[in-house]
């Protein structure tokens, strides 16, 4: 039996009772009206952790795998913790500033989700990808990072919808930027909280944070301890019916009743069924996403300007050769004659094109869109 609330969505108290398998307040006893069980303190929590410590645990060798092909270099993600935590507690773990990338996933598990790099770390991740040893944390360096977590959380994404089969798993685009830990906004109450060992291959090793809110964190918890994913929203809430008593009819599971042909029905006595009320099912109508609301916000950007480039091609030139050049110099480009420019939003390769001329102007012809991979293979 199901007993759905006025808002169509579980408390965190009734989430906490359906791991930990007993009974929520406002819920129900077990004759749905008698006292509720109470829920011993930390004992979902912990074993939500360990759920989900094993999850991650277990991506940690294909993440390296992912992360050393990116860098092109020998890089391993190991020695993962996860622990509960309230903000304090947590931003004592944290050096003074910190790049925090803010990926939440937005459906399937729909919830707060971050990672977190020392300062130190994020300019070493930043410069093995851009092979540049002098790099600072600049807008290009911030883009740089968010594709890496871009490739994990993608990982993530994949391996879960494997585990759980839901298959409408998505995060927002990964968003990085350096700040003081005073102001990293974190989930409220208590979430949980993964540290990863980052080693380069450079001898020296780096801490990476993992943060998912309190109701991502129980969701894919509850999922992955086979007890079904609940999508909010109510698109989908999936349950084990297994060992069901019904009324003195013994039900030993819904997986077996696929032979219902050869059900003994000899204890039934004389009892006598009545003609059977059917009705059809009436569902919602679907509606398209992107309603009004958000037609309106994105009307409210619709008039920003924005710097758009086209980039013939680059080098890159000794001092004393740059202090060298005159008139007539010649120099000589990284792209091939003939090859596709590349177009720049902000300054950040959106597309390539072949250059053409439009009365006395050049102009571009866009002839390709790039990815975000191909993005990220550009940027050294």
Same mark, same amino acid.
């Given at each position: 039996?199901?007993?759905m609330?006025?808002?169509g969505?579980?408390?965190?108290?009734?989430?906490d009772?359906?791991? =930990?398998?007993?009974?929520a307040?406002?819920?129900g006893g077990?004759?749905?009206?008698?006292?509720?069980?109470?829920v011993a303190?930390?004992?979902?929590?912990d074993?939500?952790?360990k759920?989900?410590?094993?999850?991650?645990?277990?991506?940690t060798? =294909?993440?390296?795998?992912n992360l050393t092909k990116?860098?092109g270099?020998? #890089?391993?993600?190991?020695?993962?913790?996860?622990?509960?935590?309230g903000r304090d507690?947590?931003?004592a773990?944290?050096?003074?500033t910190v790049?925090?990338?803010?990926?939440?996933?937005?459906?399937?598990?729909?919830?707060?989700?971050l %990672?977190?790099f020392?300062?130190?770390?994020?300019?070493?991740?930043?410069?093995?990808?851009t092979k540049?040893?002098?790099?600072?944390?600049?807008?290009?360096?911030?883009?740089?990072i968010?594709? #890496?977590?871009s490739?994990?959380?993608g990982?993530?994404?994949t391996?879960?919808a494997?585990k759980?089969?839901?298959?409408?798993?998505?995060?927002?685009?990964?968003?990085a930027?350096?700040v003081?830990? =005073?102001?990293v906004?974190?989930?409220?109450?208590?979430f949980?909280g993964a540290?990863?060992r980052?080693?380069?291959?450079d001898?020296?090793?780096?801490? *990476?944070?993992?943060?998912?809110?309190?109701?991502v964190?129980?969701?894919?918890a509850?999922a992955?301890?086979?007890g079904?994913s609940?999508q909010h929203g109510g698109?989908?809430? =999936?349950?084990?019916f297994?060992?069901?008593?019904?009324?003195?009819?013994?039900?030993?599971?819904?997986?077996?009743?696929g032979?219902?042909?050869?059900?003994?029905?000899?204890g039934?006595?004389g009892?006598?069924?009545?003609?059977?009320?059917?009705?059809?099912?009436?569902f919602?109508?679907?509606m398209?996403?992107?309603?009004?609301?958000?037609?309106?916000?994105?009307?409210?950007i619709m008039d920003?300007?924005?710097?758009?480039?086209?980039?013939?091609?680059?080098?890159?030139?000794l001092?004393?050769? *740059?202090?060298?050049?005159?008139?007539?110099?010649?120099?000589e480009?990284?792209?091939l004659?003939?090859?596709?420019v590349?177009i720049?939003v902000?300054?950040?390769?959106?597309?390539?094109?072949?250059?053409?001329v439009?009365d006395?102007? %050049?102009?571009?012809r866009v002839?390709?869109?790039?990815s975000?991979m191909?993005?990220m293979?550009?940027?050294?």
């Amino acid at each position: 039996m199901m007993m759905m609330m006025s808002d169509g969505a579980l408390s965190q108290a009734e989430i906490d009772a359906l791991l =930990a398998g007993v009974d929520a307040p406002g819920m129900g006893g077990p004759g749905m009206g008698g006292p509720a069980t109470a829920v011993a303190n930390g004992g979902f929590k912990d074993e939500s952790r360990k759920i989900l410590e094993a999850f991650l645990s277990a991506t940690t060798d =294909a993440q390296s795998s992912n992360l050393t092909k990116m860098t092109g270099s020998e #890089v391993s993600l190991s020695g993962l913790q996860m622990t509960i935590n309230g903000r304090d507690n947590f931003l004592a773990q944290l050096p003074e500033t910190v790049t925090v990338v803010k990926a939440d996933f937005n459906s399937g598990f729909p919830g707060e989700h971050l %990672f977190i790099f020392s300062e130190e770390g994020a300019k070493a991740i930043a410069s093995l990808m851009t092979k540049d040893e002098n790099i600072e944390l600049d807008e290009m360096a911030m883009s740089v990072i968010g594709e #890496v977590v871009s490739q994990m959380i993608g990982h993530q994404i994949t391996t879960l919808a494997d585990k759980t089969g839901n298959k409408s798993i998505a995060s927002i685009p990964p968003e990085a930027i350096n700040v003081p830990k =005073a102001v990293v906004a974190l989930p409220t109450g208590d979430f949980a909280g993964a540290t990863y060992r980052l080693d380069l291959g450079d001898g020296n090793t780096h801490q *990476i944070w993992e943060v998912l809110g309190p109701s991502v964190a129980s969701d894919i918890a509850r999922a992955l301890s086979g007890g079904g994913s609940m999508q909010h929203g109510g698109n989908q809430m =999936a349950g084990n019916f297994g060992g069901m008593n019904m009324g003195g009819m013994q039900m030993g599971g819904m997986g077996g009743m696929g032979g219902m042909g050869g059900m003994n029905m000899g204890g039934m006595g004389g009892m006598s069924f009545g003609p059977t009320n059917v009705q059809s099912v009436q569902f919602p109508h679907l509606m398209p996403h992107g309603g009004p609301q958000e037609a309106g916000n994105i009307g409210l950007i619709m008039d920003v300007f924005m710097e758009m480039t086209v980039e013939l091609g680059r080098t890159r030139k000794l001092i004393k050769e *740059i202090l060298a050049m005159g008139e007539g110099t010649i120099i000589e480009l990284d792209k091939l004659a003939g090859e596709p420019v590349d177009i720049l939003v902000n300054h950040k390769l959106i597309a390539k094109g072949e250059v053409v001329v439009i009365d006395e102007n %050049f102009g571009v012809r866009v002839t390709e869109i790039v990815s975000p991979m191909e993005r990220m293979n550009n940027m050294d």
